[in-house]
């Protein structure tokens, strides 16, 4: 029988996307996966967002929630329903008799105890990057999650993003062929500066302005993009050049407020990256320039640009496509295969559940059902490494030439 | 999406965000010289980014909110497996349904499968049973929604989530300190801490005659409207202003009328327009970080414009002017309760035929 419009749409669909994605409702439910026991340390804003994500799997409890602050970790708890508060980890540890797992959120430079207590412990760790402060720590971290029974693995939310997996299938084929270069960016306008509750807890509330612990913006923001890069094209950098300074936020800080980071990945491919306090034009993005095409990623959203002369594949004639002045892209959507079939292409742009989600649910699935870990902290480690010799590089105003061992585990 | 900062030597703080289709503004007035501009900054910012995390979980135009979620999920989960939801906004679905009930249903978050067949066009022809609501039960123990009929729970926020976005951030101002603020959304929601910079409070102009109706060709009517405007000093308390826009759409005897973006969630028709709700409520005394007070204004503002004749029926803390000039007489604004000693007129309110709106904010 001759194909239909529909049927050849959903076989072409789901022969290039097959490789990615599952239907969107198996990411909140685990097949007969069992119940997995969860504590989170670091109830700030990211660890409200863990909460607000971990409560949508429904094997997962929060049966824990922990910050140095007391208002903070009842608050959490409060947010938790059914989870006991603490003010510290090393308690928790040792009251939270049936815990499973732990979620570091804290600051960074603060991850590393906590994540060597957690491993000797015994427990699952999930740990947001970047994974820690100083080279040094991550090594730490990374020697100790190797020699532990239990897992580790580090929140690099591209790895488990589904857009960008799929996204990854295109530019490692023709479709993008011969990489030509990689931007992004990570442009917000903010002071990055939060209210104490006190005079005294005004510098340890404000850390990221600190300049003896921050990472500065290719850390704190960088290092999930820097891994987006390092992950496609499997590679790490052979030198890194940051400049940056205060444009705008001249209250007093020295740590950079924007920036601009390159890097020679393998076979000399230029990455650049330009990060802001001061301006959000544009947001976050990666941009991966190829022969054939181009792919932008925003999180949430992948697109795919085709040069002219590029090959037409035949499944992207019936493509959902969104106008960019005067390009066109390709909506890269996630669970493709199944919305073909189903006629709702369309009502798969954009992922329905923020990025965070999907790092925690892949972990989730390592712990209950073996899954191997998506981003361990060996990968952690070398794309925080990156991050901290491009601070260093901004600090020092010089390249930093990277040898093997610099980023050697 | 972003706050876009703008800081003044005289303690004064204004920052902007785009959020819930719209555009939410502050201004923060530090407590004297002693007060430090990155501090205000930092406090504002912070409230600012609390608006924009219920953006991103109550917008139901976001596939990644929560509100989405539980449209595609809340149906199919089995009993013993709801979905678990945040205290915050377990607590403002506990608040619109004691409101429903309260309104006989003319307010109803339920709405949202209909809100979207009005937006996607669909002709508005008569009907002649009420609109089936999908089913859902809230467990206060386990804190927990989950919708039993199998169908797909569309929740609506639409009349509630920027009032309550408000509040949230005012919470994060309270947390941080402030005492002096003028925090608003779209010019139809504020909440009014403190006494702003004059030390009366903050001046708030209530303005007929903004929004597109047939008598806005009437030169002369708009001149009457331009002076038939209510100004209002607040202290600690919310308002919200409700007053449907025009839209065409194909009537039961296939004839193009305009209808207001308000549905009726009783019938699912477009509440008509020509009617101007303002509903103000104290914030909670002393000032709470838990005050639902805009969220209060926008649910019984939003009420009461399809269903005026619940006017007498608001709760304790709420008060509101109503101005309906549906039937095409020239109305005078209502109010209830008839008297309020704490309201601040400096002018009274006259007659207006067209819709309201808060259009200025003075802070001297």
């Known amino acids: 029988m001759a194909p239909t419009r529909r049927s050849f749409l959903a076989q072409s669909v789901g022969a290039l996307g097959a490789m990615a994605i599952l239907p969107e409702l198996s990411y909140s439910r685990a097949k007969n996966a069992a119940k997995l026991n969860i504590g989170l340390i670091g109830a700030g804003r990211q660890g409200r967002a863990i909460i607000a994500e971990l409560q949508k799997m429904e094997n997962v409890s929060i049966i824990a929630v922990c910050d140095s602050e007391e208002s903070r970790a009842s608050g959490g708890a409060r947010r938790a329903a059914g989870s006991t508060a603490y003010t510290s980890h090393t308690a928790m540890l040792s009251a939270a008799k049936d815990l499973q797992a732990v979620v570091i959120a804290t600051p960074t430079h603060l991850h590393t105890q906590i994540a060597l207590d957690c491993i000797a412990a015994g427990k699952h760790v999930y740990c947001e990057a970047p994974l820690a402060h100083t080279a040094e720590d991550c090594r730490k971290i990374a020697a100790a999650a190797s020699a532990a029974k239990s897992l580790f693995a580090v929140g690099l939310e591209g790895r488990s993003n589904p857009v960008y997996q799929l996204a990854r299938t295109f530019y490692r084929t023709d479709s993008v062929r011969d990489a030509i270069s990689i931007e992004a960016q990570s442009f917000q306008k903010t002071t990055w500066r939060f209210p104490a509750p006190n005079a005294d807890r005004e510098k340890e509330v404000n850390w990221r302005l600190d300049p003896a612990i921050s990472l500065g913006l290719p850390g704190e923001m960088g290092v999930h993009q820097f891994d987006v890069a390092f992950w496609y094209t499997d590679s790490y950098p052979s030198s890194i050049r940051s400049t940056g300074s205060v444009r705008f936020h001249k209250d007093g800080r020295t740590i950079a407020d924007t920036i601009a980071t390159e890097m020679l990945l393998k076979d000399n491919l230029r990455f650049n990256y330009l990060a802001s306090l001061a301006n959000s034009h544009g947001g976050r993005f990666e941009l991966f320039r190829g022969s054939n095409a181009a792919i932008k990623l925003g999180w949430s959203h992948g697109w795919m640009f085709k040069e002219a002369d590029a090959p037409t594949q035949g499944w992207e004639v019936y493509a959902n496509r969104q106008q960019f002045h005067n390009d066109e892209g390709i909506t890269l959507i996630a669970g493709a295969t199944k919305l073909a079939e189903q006629g709702k292409l369309k009502e798969g742009v954009g992922l329905p559940h923020p990025s965070v989600y999907y790092s925690l649910w892949d972990f989730m699935l390592s712990c209950t059902e073996g899954k191997p870990v998506v981003a361990d902290a060996g990968l952690g480690a070398r794309a925080t490494i990156a991050a901290i010799l491009a601070q260093q590089s901004l600090i020092e105003g010089k390249t930093i030439e990277i040898t093997p061992d610099m980023l050697k585990i | ?364």
């Open chain 2, 1 to 364: 999406m972003g706050a876009d900062g703008c800081a003044s030597p005289r303690g004064i703080v204004r920052l902007a965000l785009a959020a819930m289709g719209t555009r939410f503004e502050l201004v923060l007035v530090g407590a004297g010289a002693g007060t430090r501009q990155p501090e205000l900054l930092a406090a504002g910012e912070a409230a600012m980014s609390e608006i924009e995390w219920w953006h991103k979980r109550l917008s139901r135009f976001e596939r990644d909110s929560d509100v989405s979620f539980i449209a595609r999920e809340a149906h199919l989960r089995a009993p013993s497996h709801p979905i678990s939801l945040d205290p915050d906004f377990f607590d403002l679905l506990v608040m619109c349904e004691e409101a429903r009930v309260r309104s006989g249903g003319a307010f109803d978050v339920r709405v949202g499968a209909e809100m979207d067949r009005w937006i996607a066009g669909e002709p508005q022809r008569g009907r002649s049973t009420p609109v089936a609501m999908p089913e859902f039960l809230l467990d206060p123990q386990r804190r927990t929604l989950h919708a039993p009929g199998g169908v797909p729970l569309r929740l609506d926020l639409g009349g509630v989530a920027k009032g309550f976005a408000l509040d949230r951030a005012a919470a994060i101002l309270l947390e941080a300190g402030i005492d002096n603020a003028l925090i608003h959304v779209g010019t139809s929601s504020i909440i009014a801490i403190g006494p702003g910079q004059g030390g009366d409070g903050w001046k708030v102009r209530i303005d007929p005659g903004r929004e597109g109706t047939a008598a806005d060709a009437d030169d002369e009517k708009k001149a009457v409207r331009a002076e038939a405007h209510l100004d209002v000093m607040l202290r600690d308390q919310a308002v919200s202003v409700s007053s449907p826009r025009g839209r065409t759409v194909l009537t039961s005897d296939d004839s193009l009328a305009t209808r207001g973006h308000i549905l009726d969630p009783r019938s699912g028709l477009a509440a008509p327009l020509g009617r101007t709700v303002v509903a103000l409520s104290p914030l909670a005394s002393p000032l709470a970080s838990s005050s639902t007070a805009a969220a209060a204004c926008e649910i019984w503002s939003t009420t009461l414009v399809v269903a005026p004749e619940l006017l007498d029926q608001l709760p304790a803390s709420v008060s509101a002017f109503l101005h309906d000039s549906t039937d095409h007489t020239d109305p005078e604004w209502r109010m209830h309760p008839p008297q309020r000693s704490d309201l601040n007129l400096s002018t009274p309110a006259r007659s207006t035929r067209s819709a309201a709106h808060l259009a200025a904010m003075e802070t001297s």
